[in-house]
């Protein structure tokens, strides 16, 4: 793997201050493939620096400018569309077909989706005797995770660029490599020096640095609830915004007039994929104690397809291999009934947990309540619609979910009452332009489409 040995700030790859480098390893086989530096405070603040020279300029070009370097983006990405995929099944271990399928199409679709909302997105309104401009919020600090590397960094960075704000990009270290490729399609479409500047490095050392700094006017974060909330609690401290997509629990009801081997394959799919991490996997599927049994025997069919090494890739690392092995142990000691899968490595080699599947868990257990961030699917009995939706908004999380019913309104009326930021109705399709965020502690403000492109901006009144 090709990787650069330096940041990309104000237009050009530049040497680090620091001499600390990052280690990338390949989760399935366990091999440093590259090294990229560890970006120190020092490197935040000139990247910053870049981002907020930038910003006038940038502020003041026309959407149409702006789309057309958009357009130039979409187009970069979509020429490296292999290099992305193998680079991601690199450093993050999914199978090839899924990186070329989702970790590299869906970030092309949406980098292209922002220049087409530029060309006819209203940045002014007129309210009775007032002219509202929605102008651009100022220099973003984007920290973004591992789990869909490419995804997440062009889910706040193409909004915050078509809203024309400049941006600083902290992206995971487990997968610096793809966020390069990303900086150097930037490069190619020909962003002004400074518009995007990208500075690797540890969450604990460059995350807060970028976070903390003084002349960043929003950070924006996808990750875990637990640095989510100190990221929040030091934003509101300075009285800057943030936003945030933090974890969820996401339930996929399955009610009783539901096609059930439908609901439990994709459901089962859901979960499985990207070996389940996935903030908005729909890891408790929920099930009418008449069709309870019959579910299991579907979901433990289902599994058995999700082979390691196979349709199924490694975690992104050590660490969170062993966290997602403990919570399976977790759930055996609570009493739940492993009908696929368990804690021991399928593997000899790579961080690989088996696709597990859990019956008869309650709502009360660790399993059913904590994000765990691996391929474990909890199937949970419900009595009655009454109990299902009890269960359904029964964590702190709102991210996601999914109803399943063989009349479409019984689903939607359902889905209303659900305490969650996205709903998927007997399997609907992820809608790229759809507004993707979280209710409860999942987080605040959405991602994609005009919604996303809404978080960039502020309003100013003029009145007449
Ligand atoms: P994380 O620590 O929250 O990482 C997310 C991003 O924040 C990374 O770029 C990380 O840098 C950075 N970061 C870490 N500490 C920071 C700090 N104090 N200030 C500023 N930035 C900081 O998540 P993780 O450790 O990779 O994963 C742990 C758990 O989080 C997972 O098991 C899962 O439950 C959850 N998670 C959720 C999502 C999601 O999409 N909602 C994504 C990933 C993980 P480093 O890469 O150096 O840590
Ligand atoms: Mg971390």
Redesign the pocket.
């Given at each position: 793997m090709k990787a650069h040995d330096a940041m990309y700030i104000d237009g050009a790859w530049r040497p680090a201050a620091g001499t600390d480098t990052i280690a990338v390893v390949n989760p399935a086989d366990e091999q440093v493939i590259a090294t990229v530096p560890a970006g120190t405070p020092a490197d935040v603040d000139a990247a910053v620096r870049a981002a907020r020279a930038a910003f006038p300029g940038w502020a003041a070009t026309a959407p149409a400018e702006r789309a057309a370097r958009l357009t130039a983006l979409r187009d970069a990405l979509a020429a490296r569309r292999e290099e992305i995929a193998e680079t991601v099944t690199a450093e993050l271990g999914s199978p090839l077909a899924f990186s070329q399928a989702v970790h590299a199409d869906v970030p092309i679709a949406v980098a292209g989706s922002y220049a087409t909302i530029l060309a006819t997105h209203a940045f002014e309104e007129k309210v009775g005797n007032s002219t509202v401009h929605h102008e651009p919020v100022g220099v973003v600090g984007a920290?973004?995770?591992?789990?869909y590397p490419l995804h997440q960094i062009v889910a706040k960075v193409a909004p915050a660029l078509a809203a024309g704000c400049t941006v600083v990009l902290?992206?995971?270290?487990?997968t610096p490599l793809v966020a390069q490729l990303f900086a150097e399609a930037i490069d190619e479409a020909g962003f002004p020096a400074g518009t995007f500047n990208l500075v690797t490095g540890?969450?604990?050392v460059a995350?807060?640095a970028l976070?903390e700094h003084a002349d960043v006017d929003l950070v924006s974060?996808?990750?875990?609830t637990?640095?989510?909330s100190?990221?929040a609690a030091t934003a509101g401290a300075a009285v800057k915004r943030v936003a945030l997509?933090?974890?969820g629990k996401s339930a996929n009801v399955i009610l009783p007039s539901a096609d059930l081997a439908r609901a439990v394959n994709v459901g089962v799919a859901n979960v499985m994929s990207n070996s389940g991490q996935t903030?908005s996997a729909w890891t408790r599927m929920l099930v009418h104690r008449d069709q309870y049994d019959q579910a299991v025997a579907l979901a433990t069919a289902a599994a058995a397809k999700y082979v390691a090494g196979g349709r199924i890739g490694p975690l992104v690392n050590a660490k969170?291999q062993a966290?997602v092995r403990g919570y399976i142990e977790q759930g055996v000691e609570e009493g739940a009934r492993l009908v696929a899968g368990g804690p021991e490595a399928p593997l000899d080699k790579g961080y690989y947990v088996a696709a597990t599947v859990f019956a008869d868990v309650t709502p009360d257990m660790t399993i059913a309540q904590e994000?765990i961030?691996g391929p474990v699917l909890s199937i949970l009995p419900y009595e009655d619609e009454a109990d299902a939706l009890r269960i359904a908004n029964g964590t702190v999380y709102g991210l996601a979910g999914a109803v399943w019913a063989g009349d479409q309104d019984e689903a939607v009326a359902f889905a209303r009452r659900m305490d969650t930021g996205q709903v998927d109705i007997n399997g609907g399709r992820f809608n790229p332009l759809a507004p993707f965020g979280g209710y409860k502690q999942s987080g605040f403000g959405r991602e994609l489409g005009a919604h996303g492109l809404a978080e960039y901006l502020h309003t100013k009144s003029l009145q007449f």
């Open positions: 920290i973004t995770p591992w789990n902290k992206p995971a270290e487990d540890l969450g604990l995350g807060q976070a974060f996808t990750g875990s637990a640095v989510g100190r990221i997509e933090l974890g903030c969170q966290r994000e961030f």
